[in-house]
């Protein structure tokens, strides 16, 4: 890779270069960049990841993040971090704040590239003034209900508003009034003068500037006319050398109107726009209004609840950055939209805990097991491995006793043909303790069982017999004493269909998953845990991976289960393989 670091000088306009950088793995807008490297175009790239500061980063963003990051990673560039922050009314300071703490999160770094579309308002209000001059915008003065009616349809034309052909110091004198404060909010509007029969709304001549009188968070009352998306958008690419910007595919549409204010105003630079498709997810909604609804309305505690597909939702639940960077690189990039899998990014979640993830052991429904051979007061410090996929991680003691918990689940008064965990009778293996065998199970007078008896075999110890006699089952446990009590939060999907929009009435809340969430409590973990740190992730064994949540306190620690240890997705592609 050093070599694509001593390209340098990103985005100055050098002749081609021997040891341009080429990407290897390639896509289609690698091909691109690898051509205007290669014609001498460019001689480094410049990307941006441009967010709108009116909301929390979800995963697509993560795709959008890790494409224009990774891309100036890898070709020795660079890529900025620009707010977007063009609309007063919706943008927070808490978002940005959240927007810069998750794309560091993912391991993505701007350096001194951080920049605000609200830094560039002096210029664009400038290159506004340009177009006034050059007769390419006009103020115009019709409603929004008029403009709407006279910009016509998808299958017909629009007509000229009647202010279309004021004289060019009229529309100047109005807009210095428009700055100065002189109208009301949607009195007046700036917009371009380009070709109201065109078949592509977009460049039927579009609003640029449009008066708001509200504080906004970085240039406080200092103007009252806010420039528009797409206006903005290509100017502040245009400032910042931007080579390649990057956005999704309904911006499409956008393009000429993109193009056609880079060419009119004769920028020095005239970023490309190249288009992808937005990711989506099944059983997730990615739109900020619904993720902001699902806040508000309080279906969800807050952004950063476990089960929003945000980044900071994501990291609570226990993904790491990792796993999702695994992720956007599997899905790769693509012309064409699609949807997918959950699974596949609970997938690219379990093969990186898997790696990571120290064991140890979490009885989340205990039932109480008294091994009545064992000596009373009695406790053996037992060795457990914490990795096997691990040599490096070592190994821990767990303290083992007379009194244990062990997964109500694993035990069967009558058990059914497959089932190889404890019954009367039957003999299984303690993991890393020893073998145990049922003697009795004690009920309440409901007929409700509280406990079992049994016994152990104390030549057993490390859970391996030298008579050679085998057990089906191992289970996990805690000893009783020295369990720390916590609850445990079982996750699942936040709705209930695939398509969360996919509904009656047309309102995806109607498909919320009234179980997407399941408090247990009490749940035993082994005592090691208490020096857990908040997010500190953990495979319980047989039972998923799991970490601690910000909710934790000294006295209640609380663990989420980040996902289970069933991995459909895997399943389902070797299926999709036998085929
Ligand atoms: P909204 O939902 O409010 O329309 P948005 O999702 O486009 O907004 P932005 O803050 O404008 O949010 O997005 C910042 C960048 O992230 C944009 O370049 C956008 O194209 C990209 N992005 C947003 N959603 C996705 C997605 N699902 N997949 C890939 N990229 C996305
Ligand atoms: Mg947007």
Same mark, same amino acid.
């Given at each position: 890779m050093s070599n694509l670091n001593e390209a340098g000088g990103a985005g100055s306009q050098k002749a081609a270069s021997e040891n341009a950088p080429v990407s290897v793995i390639s896509n289609f807008i690698k091909d691109i960049i690898n051509d205007d490297l290669k014609s001498g175009k460019h001689a480094g790239i410049i990307t941006r990841f441009p967010p709108e500061p009116n909301g929390y980063l979800h995963i697509g963003h993560a795709k959008s993040i890790c494409l224009n990051f990774g891309l100036a990673k890898e070709y020795g560039g660079r890529c900025h971090l620009r707010f977007d922050d063009t609309n007063p009314c919706k943008e927070d300071i808490e978002y940005i704040e959240s927007i810069e703490r998750d794309v560091k999160w993912l391991g993505f770094d701007w350096n001194e590239h951080l920049y605000y579309a609200s830094d560039y308002y002096d210029a664009l209000y400038e290159y506004a003034v340009a177009l006034i001059k050059m007769d390419k915008a006009y103020v115009c003065e019709l409603t929004n209900e008029e403009m709407r009616e006279y910009r016509g349809t998808l299958t017909e034309g629009g007509k000229h508003s009647p202010h279309r052909d004021r004289p060019v110091s009229e529309s100047l004198e109005l807009f210095e009034r428009m700055k100065k404060g002189e109208f009301e909010d949607g009195k007046l509007v700036l917009r371009a003068?380009?070709?109201?029969?065109?078949?592509?709304? !977009?460049?039927? $001549?579009?609003?640029?500037y449009r008066i708001r009188h509200t504080t906004h968070h970085r240039t406080g009352d200092k103007w009252c006319i806010y420039p528009m998306y797409d206006f903005t958008h290509c100017v502040s690419d245009a400032i910042e050398k931007i080579t390649h910007s990057i956005c999704t595919l309904e911006f499409e549409d956008h393009r000429p109107l993109y193009d056609w204010f880079l060419d009119v105003l004769k920028t020095e630079c005239h970023p490309r726009q190249i288009e992808f498709a937005r990711l989506n997810l099944t059983f997730t909604v990615m739109s900020k209004r619904k993720l902001l609804e699902l806040v508000e309305k309080k279906y969800v505690s807050g952004w950063d609840d476990p089960r929003m597909p945000t980044i900071s939702g994501l990291r609570r639940r226990g993904y790491t950055a990792e796993a999702i960077r695994n992720f956007c690189e599997m899905i790769g990039v693509a012309k064409s939209n699609s949807t997918v899998d959950f699974a596949m990014l609970e997938y690219c979640v379990r093969e990186d805990l898997n790696k990571k993830a120290m064991r140890v052991m979490g009885v989340l429904k205990p039932l109480k097991v008294v091994i009545t051979n064992y000596p009373d007061g009695q406790v053996e410090e037992l060795d457990a491995q914490n990795n096997p996929e691990d040599e490096s991680a070592g190994t821990r003691k767990i303290p083992f006793s007379k009194v244990i918990y062990i997964e109500r689940? $694993?035990?069967?008064?009558?058990?059914?043909?497959q089932f190889f965990r404890l019954a009367p009778g039957r003999e299984v293996r303690l993991k890393h303790a020893y073998y145990i065998k049922c003697e009795t199970a004690v009920k309440d007078e409901k007929g409700e069982i509280t406990e079992l008896h049994c016994t152990y075999d104390p030549a057993t110890k490390g859970g391996w017999s030298d008579d050679g006699r085998k057990v089906q089952g191992t289970l996990h446990w805690v000893s009783a004493a020295h369990a720390l009590e916590c609850e445990v939060r079982i996750y699942d999907q936040l709705?209930?269909?695939? !398509?969360? $929009?996919?509904?009656a009435s047309g309102d995806?809340?109607? !498909?919320?998953?009234? !179980?997407s969430l399941v408090k247990l409590y009490p749940c035993y973990v082994e005592p090691g845990l208490k020096s857990a740190k908040i997010e500190d992730r953990y495979q319980f064994l047989r039972q998923g991976y799991f970490c601690l949540d910000s909710d934790s306190t000294p006295d209640k620690l609380i663990f989420n289960?980040? #996902?289970?240890? #069933?991995?459909t997705w895997a399943k389902l592609e070797k299926k999709i393989q036998k085929k």
């Open positions: 003068k380009i070709d109201m029969s065109s078949p592509n709304i !977009n460049m039927r $001549d579009p609003i640029i689940d $694993d035990f069967r008064e009558d058990p059914p043909k709705f209930t269909k695939s !398509n969360p $929009d996919e509904t995806y809340k109607e !498909n919320l998953n009234e !179980n289960r980040t #996902v289970s240890l #069933v991995d």
